[in-house]
């Protein structure tokens, strides 16, 4: 085999690399891509974490409006705020993540193009 076979079949790879890689996925099919590989376990803790504070929240809130005294209401209403933003607070720390996964992708699919070029 001459090294110009050996060239032409690492390029013919590396087009299907880059075939494979496909477009960029939208919003939603990152946010999935999350709940996927080794490090899956944490976010679906988080999002865990986050529904109970979701449905506390609810539920506090509801008790919140059905108070009918001022310290009852405030009794309630505290923390339906408190984790309601906790809620929000930990839904959006998976943001940063999946902006590590397309600078990844990214950098994945320049290292391909870059050694296409050699």
């Known amino acids: 085999m001459t090294e110009n076979d050996i060239d ?8 299907a690399l880059l075939a494979r890689m496909g477009p960029e996925p939208g919003f939603i099919g990152e946010a999935l891509g999350l709940f996927s590989g080794p490090g899956s376990w944490v976010n679906w803790l988080l999002m865990l974490v986050q529904a109970a504070a ?15 005294d001022v310290l009852g209401a405030l009794h309630w209403g505290l923390p ?7 809620s929000l607070i930990v839904k959006l720390s998976m943001n940063p993540m999946m902006q590590a996964n397309r600078v990844l ?8 193009r870059l050694h296409q070029l050699r």
Request: no cysteine.
């Open 80 to 86: 339906a705020v408190t984790l309601l933003l906790l």
């Open 54 to 68: 979701f449905i506390a929240s609810v539920w506090a809130g509801w008790q919140f409006f059905a108070a009918t």
């Open 8 to 15: 032409a079949a690492l390029a013919a790879e590396e087009r």
């Open 105 to 112: 992708r990214e950098l994945h699919r320049l290292e391909l």
